[in-house]
T-cell receptor
Framework: DSGVTQTPKHLITATGQRVTLRCSPR?????VYWYQQSLDQGLQFLIQ???????AKGNILERFSAQQFPDLHSELNLSSLELGDSALYFC???????????FGPGTRLTVL | DQQVKQNSPSLSVQEGRISILNCDYT??????FLWYKKYPAEGPTFLIS?????DKNEDGRFTVFLNKSAKHLSLHIVPSQPGDSAVYFC???????????FGKGTSLLVTP
């Protein structure tokens, strides 16, 4: 158990819908990262927050957004969902930005 | 553009022998390298890391070697155990940020 929690574990929805994925980092960790794992692309970085502020963006679509709240939990919002958004979404946290990242169990999103 | 490459999709090793997993990278700005282990339906688990100021780091049965001139790193597992069977991901960060760039993974099977 890494100490990073993610909810829900599974999510099945339809195209065009909007969903929110939630992540609670390890106690004391200030940095949160979101990654997407699809079958053909592997693990891809989406976005990073550090102590409430956005720090870096990767291959994140404009339909996706995220935020980190004062209690340091983070949410990833995915809207206008398409079939290709079906993937595993992982959250990771680290104490500081240069420390190793610890991953949550992931949320499996299926868009039908 | 895959900046971290794991060219062997799979590897099979007998229990008790050495497992050597390889990883190549193209971005000379990377200065921090990590190995993660992943079981199905779980998030990646941090194994070991190495910074670019070192060429070797050991933790129990796991040793990571870094050859900066060749832009190559490897993970050695000695002795290999059946419980080591999993997918191993190489990751790197550095340059413009702390997000991890992942390889596509090597599936290790340790047979009794």
């Amino acid at each position: 158990d890494s100490g990073v929690t993610q909810t829900p574990k599974h999510l099945i929805t339809a195209t065009g819908q909007r969903v929110t994925l939630r992540c609670s980092p390890r106690s004391g960790d200030l940095s949160v990262y979101w990654y997407q794992q699809s079958l053909d692309q592997g693990l891809q970085f989406l976005i990073q927050y550090y102590n409430g502020e956005e720090r870096a963006k990767g291959n994140i679509l404009e339909r996706f957004s995220a935020q980190q709240f004062p209690d340091l939990h983070s949410e990833l919002n995915l809207s206008s969902l398409e079939l290709g958004d079906s993937a595993l979404y992982f959250c990771a946290s680290s104490l500081a930005e240069y420390n190793e990242q610890f991953f949550g169990p992931g949320t499996r999103l299926t868009v039908l | 553009d895959q900046q971290v490459k794991q060219n062997s999709p799979s590897l099979s090793v007998q229990e008790g022998r050495i497992s050597i997993l390889n990883c190549d990278y193209t971005n000379s700005m990377f200065d921090y390298f990590l190995w993660y282990k992943k079981y199905p339906a779980e998030g990646p688990t941090f194994l070991i890391s190495i910074s670019s100021i070192k060429d070797k780091n050991e933790d129990g049965r796991f040793t990571v070697f870094l050859n900066k001139s060749a832009k190559h790193l490897s993970l050695h597992i000695v002795p290999s155990q059946p419980g080591d069977s999993a997918v191993y991901f190489c990751a790197a960060s550095g340059g413009s940020g702390y997000a991890l760039n992942f390889g596509k993974g090597t599936s290790l099977l340790v047979t009794p």
